[in-house]
Structure formats: C-alpha cells, structure tokens
C-alpha cells in the first residue's frame, strides 16, 4: 500500500495512520475528499490501480496493453513473490524478505 495513503475518514487529531486497512479505497473509487489532495504520483498510482481493476473485470486477467506486466502470485517459487503497486515501482517484490517473516515465523 501506499503511504501516506490519503485519508478519507473524518476523524480527530493528527494521527499518522500510515497504510491502514482500507486506504486503497480513496484510489479505486471516486472519492470527493480525498483525490482533490492527491499528489500527481498518487493520481497515476489511481489510474493504474484502476486500469488493472478494469482489465480484470473485463477478462479475468489484470494485464493489459500499457500496463506493467502483473506476473501470477506462485508461492512454489522461491522466494515467492507478490506484486508492487508503488509509483515508479510497479514490480515483483519479496514480501516475506521486505517484512522481515522469518523473524516471525522462528516465534513459537
């Protein structure tokens, strides 16, 4: 996710809220309070998330021509990667790696 991701909520304070659950919304829909703020990477992050959306629904498959190339989640491969959606980053990623998992997963 994308952070800071807008907020769309109106809640009080100054809170960081960072990449909090449903921040991708403000990109994917129509969103009166959020997108006058947007930033221009954030506008071409909006545009491509909505262009996937899009290319998906109509054929089952997020590629479409002038879209990076969404490569399918395998978690065979080693290490299994997941999709990056960050401006000027739209690549495969080591989720676990970039997380630090195996930190986590040695915890018993």
């Given at each position: 996710?994308?952070?800071p991701a807008p907020m769309y909520l109106p809640?009080?304070?100054r809170f960081d809220f960072g990449a909090y659950h449903a921040g991708d919304t403000p990109y994917l829909f129509e969103?009166?309070?959020a997108q006058p703020h947007f930033t221009p990477a954030q506008l071409r992050l909006s545009d491509t998330?909505?262009?996937?959306?899009?290319?998906?629904?109509?054929?089952?498959?997020p590629n479409s021509t002038g879209l990076p190339a969404w490569?399918?989640?395998?978690?065979?491969?080693t290490p299994p990667h997941t999709q990056s959606l960050a401006?000027?980053?739209?690549?495969?990623?080591?989720y676990a790696h970039e997380h630090r998992l195996?930190?986590?997963?040695?915890l018993p």
């Open positions: 996710m994308h952070v809640l009080p304070g969103d009166a309070e998330m909505t262009d996937y959306w899009a290319a998906f629904a109509r054929t089952g498959s490569r399918p989640y395998r978690p065979d491969s401006p000027d980053r739209i690549i495969a990623v080591d195996d930190f986590w997963s040695r």
